[in-house]
Structure formats: structure tokens, C-alpha cells
Nanobody, 116 residues
Framework: QVQLVESGGGLVQAGGSLRLSCAAS????????MGWFRQAPGKEREFVAA????????VYTDSVKGRFTISRDNAKNTVYLQMTSLKPEDTAVYYC?????????WGQGTQVTVSS
């Protein structure tokens, strides 16, 4: 059974940093494009960032460029999202998944709350 478990969220002041982790189990994701997504209250889930299997291809949504960094460790089957210069509008539940996402792979996510 495939499971993606996100962690590392929390409450942080504007301008602060957090590092999210996504640990995969049940299969290896080393050959997959992996992504981070987020869902803010009252809004639809949106794409944040994606990384290719070797880390050579990286894409960010415009609102996080220059502030967030996606990375992966295929040996650990883990994907990371380093978030800096956080803003209140980054407040959301953050999820990882393949990119494009597969419906059955959504986990519980990790809550990120940025206070002003």
C-alpha cells in the first residue's frame, strides 16, 4: 500500500522558515516526478513545486519562486520543501504527491500557519 506522510509544518511568524518532509512507503518513487501542493482555507488545492527524478528538473509556482526550495533524497524515498521568507498567504495544508497527482496517493498533509 502506497503511503505518503508529510511532516514539518507548524506555526511561524511572517519572515520565518520551515522545512517540510514527505516520506514515501509502499513503493519507490525515485523514477517519478514529485510535487508539493497546498490547500488554503476555502480554496482549492494548488500546485506549489515539482522536482524530476534526478533533481535536474524543478518547477515552482510564481508566488513561491525565490523563497521555497524543493529537493529529494531518492535513497530515503523522501521529498523536502524548504520554505523561507514565509508570508501569511502561505498558510495552508501542504501535501506531497506525484506530479501530476494521483488521487489515491493523497495523505493527511501538514499544516503550515504563518502569523503576521
Amino acid at each position: 500500500q502506497v503511503q505518503l506522510v508529510e511532516s514539518g509544518g507548524g506555526l511561524v511568524q511572517a519572515g520565518g522558515s520551515l522545512r517540510l518532509s514527505c516520506a514515501a512507503s509502499g513503493r519507490t518513487f525515485s523514477n517519478y516526478l514529485m510535487g508539493w501542493f497546498r490547500q488554503a482555507p476555502g480554496k482549492e488545492r494548488e500546485f506549489v513545486a515539482a522536482i524530476g527524478w534526478s533533481g535536474g528538473t524543478i518547477v515552482y509556482t510564481d508566488s513561491v519562486k525565490g523563497r521555497f526550495t524543493i529537493s529529494r533524497d531518492n535513497a530515503k524515498n523522501t521529498v523536502y520543501l524548504q520554505m523561507t521568507s514565509l508570508k501569511p498567504e502561505d498558510t495552508a495544508v501542504y501535501y506531497c504527491n506525484t506530479n501530476p497527482p494521483r488521487e489515491t496517493y493523497w495523505g493527511q498533509g501538514t499544516q503550515v500557519t504563518v502569523s503576521s
